[in-house]
């Protein structure tokens, strides 16, 4: 059998410790991968090689059956900053905006130069990194099948150069399908949580949860203001990505009491608060590419109610797994109604649906066509 470069990620560790869904996507991918045989080279950003071994052992896996079809190779710094600091300065603020930019582009050179020494020794690419336009050309030029995953969503100038070289998609929501269907699309491979891993309760405790990175495009503040429309607690957590709109949206509202901000939680904290919530809140204003938190919180058994946008509409069934509202009226309104949602079969359906099996075996059966 031929041999996958898999490309992870060059920005984080390929599980990440913290947030990070399109790592963890990628190391579901060659995990489960290198199960069904395949073997691989897998680039990921410093930490993934730990990182790895350290989740494979927490999940009980096959350690040394999984490790022994991967070459890990490290490229980029383990976290957005990395190494591109001036050394003889601490504070990143004082760094031009656009140096995580730049390092990032550093670290996809690295793995162009990869792609170019290393080509005999693999066939076949798949790629998470969100530099694909700069990695297609020279995928091409090698005559390598470039498979592209889509966590991002697909934009006009981005499907000119999937067109421009026949370019292999695999979606992970059928909105993103729909939006560009003259693309070459392989497949729609939902994104996979691991199940086994998180607690399911049907006695939550009485509160509402919002986990997501801190943005307006997240919409944290109309999941504050149905709680306070429903008096239910609410628990923010996320990576504060927008500075200004913490400040001005968020903060204001954060009383430890009502509303309460927990910052960026490991994953072990983050089993917690899913299990115990009584809902989900996910009021996203953006096309949401897939939602994993959504898919997480159902492991626990917890129902979500969420903006129709994106991804959350493949995801939630209305009545059966939580609900899809339009606006705070309506989100408080399904909050009071949330105890008639079945906990257990929020986590059955993610178990049929979405489980790092299920979905392991789905990429499977696409790369194993060109292997």
């Not at 995953?149 to 067109?163: C, P, R, S």
């Not at 699309?185 to 949580?193: D, E, K, Q």
């Not at 949330?338 to 059966?365: A, H, M, N, T």
Request: glycine share 6%; proline share 4%.
């Amino acid at each position: 059998m031929k041999k996958l470069l898999l490309l992870g990620s060059v920005v984080s560790a390929c599980p990440p410790l913290k947030q990070g869904g399109t790592e963890r996507v990628a190391y579901y991918q060659a995990k489960h991968l290198a199960l069904y045989g395949v073997n691989m080279i897998f680039i990921g950003a410093k930490g993934t090689i730990k990182n790895f071994s350290e989740q494979l052992q927490i999940e009980n896996a096959d350690v040394d059956k999984i490790i022994s079809k991967i070459e890990f190779i490290e490229i980029g710094g383990g976290t957005q900053f990395g190494n591109a600091q001036d050394k003889n300065i601490d504070d990143k603020s004082l760094s031009e905006a656009s140096r995580n930019l730049r390092l990032e582009m550093v670290h996809l050179a690295q793995v162009q130069e990869l792609m170019s020494d290393r080509k005999k020794d693999y066939s076949l690419i798949l790629n998470n990194m969100r530099g694909e336009a700069i990695l297609i050309p020279l995928a091409s030029e090698l005559q390598k099948r470039f498979i592209n995953v889509m966590h991002l969503n697909i934009f006009e100038d981005l499907a000119t150069i999937f067109k421009k070289y026949n370019t292999d998609i695999i979606t992970i929501a059928t909105h993103q399908k729909e939006a560009y269907p003259q693309l070459n699309h392989l497949a729609t491979i939902a994104n996979p949580v691991a199940t086994s891993s998180f607690t399911f309760n049907k006695n939550p405790k009485n509160y509402a949860l919002m986990l997501s990175t801190i943005g307006e495009h997240k919409n944290q503040k109309d999941a504050i203001l149905a709680c306070q429309k429903a008096e239910i607690p609410l628990i923010i957590s996320g990576k504060v990505r927008d500075q200004k709109y913490f400040e001005n949206e968020i903060k204001p509202y954060i009383d430890n009491g009502l509303i309460q901000f927990y910052g960026e939680m490991d994953f072990k904290k983050k089993f917690q608060v899913y299990a115990s919530a009584r809902v989900f809140l996910f009021p996203i204003i953006w096309q949401e590419p897939f939602g994993l938190v959504v898919i997480e919180a159902l492991a626990s058994g917890t129902p979500v109610i969420a903006y129709p946008h994106g991804g959350p509409v493949d995801i939630i069934t209305n009545g059966k797994n939580g609900f899809l509202v339009n606006n705070v009226e309506e989100m408080a309104d399904k909050i009071k109604m949330i105890d008639s949602i079945d906990r257990q079969f929020c986590r059955d359906d993610v178990v049929l649906r979405f489980d790092e099996k299920i979905i392991g075996e789905q990429y499977s059966r696409i790369l194993q066509r060109f292997l």
